[in-house]
Nanobody, 121 residues
Framework: VQLQASGGGLVQAGGSLRLSCAAS?????MGWFRQAPGKERELVAA????????AYADSVKGRFTISRDNAKNTVYLQMTSAKPEDTAVYYC??????????????????WGQGTLVTVSS
């Protein structure tokens, strides 16, 4: 499985950005994680293969939306009301092993290369 993330860039606080992650190969659940300088990688959002279940970090609930298009084998992260503290490298990840939605970094076995999101104040 290969994952290609795109869509990162510079956005002003309060603005919006959409990240995309194209997958090649079979994936089950997908997730977006982020890592800010000096901090550990953390879950942002995750979604099951069917799209029926999602999970979000408390810090992004109500502002970010994860979705997927299985026909295109692509998962999206729509970011709105961006805050400077959202600045990080964002990674998409795939869990190819189980169907239940998991939220830990160690639960995901395939990772994309990361895309930088910078939110200016």
């Amino acid at each position: 499985v290969q994952l290609q993330a795109s869509g990162g860039g510079l956005v002003q606080a309060g603005g919006s950005l959409r990240l995309s992650c194209a997958a090649s190969g079979r994936t089950l659940n997908m997730g977006w994680f982020r890592q800010a300088p000096g901090k550990e990688r953390e879950l942002v959002a995750a979604i099951t293969w069917s799209g029926g279940y999602t999970a979000y970090a408390d810090s992004v609930k109500g502002r970010f939306t994860i979705s997927r298009d299985n026909a295109k084998n692509t998962v999206y992260l729509q970011m709105t009301s961006a805050k400077p503290e959202d600045t990080a490298v964002y990674y998409c990840a795939a869990d190819s092993r189980v169907r239940s939605l998991r939220v830990g970094v160690a639960d995901y076995d395939y990772w994309g290369q990361g895309t930088l999101v910078t939110v200016s104040s």
